[in-house]
């Protein structure tokens, strides 16, 4: 069971990170645009599920993505077993969806900057993200644990990695981007 061994925080620091991630890889720019579904009640998304259909844009063409993630393994980082597969189209994979008696709960963009490299035996991917509807830029870094077992050792690599871009402990955070541009819309 795969589980996206990740960490998410807030960057104080863009230029200084931004620096940083070009030494260890090229940038990709992509739009990410994100439509996440739940359950007609919400007992889905609250019981930590979440079901995603996300389309990613760059300068080399436009792919959907359909994603399950169970409910979280790890409390602190949130991390998650996660299933991806890529769909041809997304508004179908919708209808399939909704289909199946899920509801459109959110949708948002994100502008992202990813930066894919080779270390200590693992990809990791480390994301730049901002999203209109929140305040800030935020970083991702990821990696995948193979296994249950496997999660503490990723998360390690993850953490010091996290250390060597100038990203502090205090500057991690586990909100939601469906939570922050859920309540975001709210206040209006």
Request: proline share 3%; aromatic share 6%; charged share 30%.
């Amino acid at each position: 069971m795969p589980i996206e061994a990740e960490l998410k925080a807030r960057v104080r620091d863009v230029p200084a990170l931004v620096a940083a991630l070009d030494e260890r890889a090229k940038a990709e720019k992509a739009t990410y645009r994100d439509r996440y579904f739940d359950s007609p009640d919400g007992t889905f998304t609250s019981a930590g599920h979440e079901l995603r259909i996300r389309t990613v844009e760059t300068d080399g063409g436009v792919r959907n993505v359909l994603t399950f993630k169970k409910p979280s393994v790890d409390v602190a980082s949130g991390s998650k077993p996660e299933y991806e597969t890529t769909v041809g189209d997304a508004d179908a994979a919708e209808s399939i969806v909704v289909g199946l008696g899920y509801r459109l709960m959110i949708a948002f963009s994100k502008q992202c900057s990813n930066y894919r490299w080779h270390e200590a035996g693992r990809d990791l991917l480390a994301t730049v993200v901002t999203v209109p509807e929140i305040d800030g830029t935020f970083v991702e870094l990821e990696t995948i644990a193979e296994t249950e077992g496997d999660l503490s050792a990723a998360l390690e690599l993850v953490r010091a990695t996290l250390a060597e871009l100038g990203i502090a402990n205090d500057d991690l955070t586990t909100e939601l981007y469906t939570d922050a541009v859920a309540a975001s819309e709210s206040r209006g």
